[in-house]
């Protein structure tokens, strides 16, 4: 089983309210990823990250920010929720070096609703 | 059209049952290819991986991948209830430099196996 870790696992909150999503992985790896999924849909690439003080934007566009400061820690900070930004957030790492495929491991996510 | 597109079910069969699960792509590109099974309420998790064309086989589990077609199947043998979960295929190119980098998802398959 991957050792990463996303807390809190369920998260209600208010609009406007600013959030943090934690994500913690013990594996080693550099690169790590934030991933959207509704219900029913494919998981949609938000952020990710290659290593320590580098941060990329995936596919979706999202309001929401990261940062990797440590090469266990990505956060994931919402300044203002909103109700659209309901959604589960999913945390992955993965040991990908160039040559070998990009074989990500997921934590339990973060079920979020903002009302 | 969609880069990669998964039936997303339900498929609903009956215990001791061979299943077929697949996805068909559209990106020639694509060179690696993984299935991920995620229990409600949980993040994905790898159950397998091939590069290019061929079978392999894990226990009940056996990927295959027919490049030609650009379609991929997970079997899944002597089906329990316990195997009841949605199926992610999930497949990424290889960069210019060698490596692979980034996977694209497919919408997943409600599987329900029937005691």
């Known amino acids: 089983e991957a050792d990463i870790y996303q807390t809190p696992r369920y998260l209600v909150i208010g609009t406007g309210k600013k959030i943090t999503l934690e994500c913690s992985q013990t594996?080693?790896?550099?690169?790590m990823y934030w991933y959207q999924q509704d219900p029913g849909m494919e998981l949609h690439l938000i952020h990710y990250s290659y290593g320590v003080n580098s941060t990329e934007k995936g596919d979706l566009s999202s309001e929401s920010t990261v940062s990797r400061i440590r090469t266990e820690h990505f956060p994931l900070t919402l300044e203002s929720a909103r109700p659209s930004h309901t959604s589960q957030y999913l945390c992955a790492s993965s040991d990908w070096t160039s040559g070998s495929p990009d074989t990500q491991y997921f934590g339990p996510g973060t079920r979020l609703t903002v009302l | 059209q969609k880069e990669v597109e998964q039936d997303p079910g339900p498929l609903s069969v009956p215990e001791g049952a061979i299943v077929s699960l697949n996805c068909t792509y559209s990106?020639?590109?694509?060179?690696?290819f993984m299935w991920y099974r995620q229990y409600s309420r949980k993040g994905p998790e790898l159950l397998m991986y091939t590069y290019s064309s061929g079978n392999k086989e894990d226990g009940r589990f056996t990927a295959q991948v027919d490049k030609s077609s650009k379609y991929i199947s997970l079997f899944i043998r002597d089906s329990q209830p316990s195997d009841s979960a949605t199926y992610l295929c999930a497949m990424s190119a290889l960069q210019s430099g060698g490596g692979a980098d980034g996977l694209t998802f497919g919408k997943g398959t409600h599987l329900i196996i029937q005691p």
């Open positions: 990106n020639s590109a694509f060179q690696y």
């Open positions: 594996m080693g790896h550099d690169k």
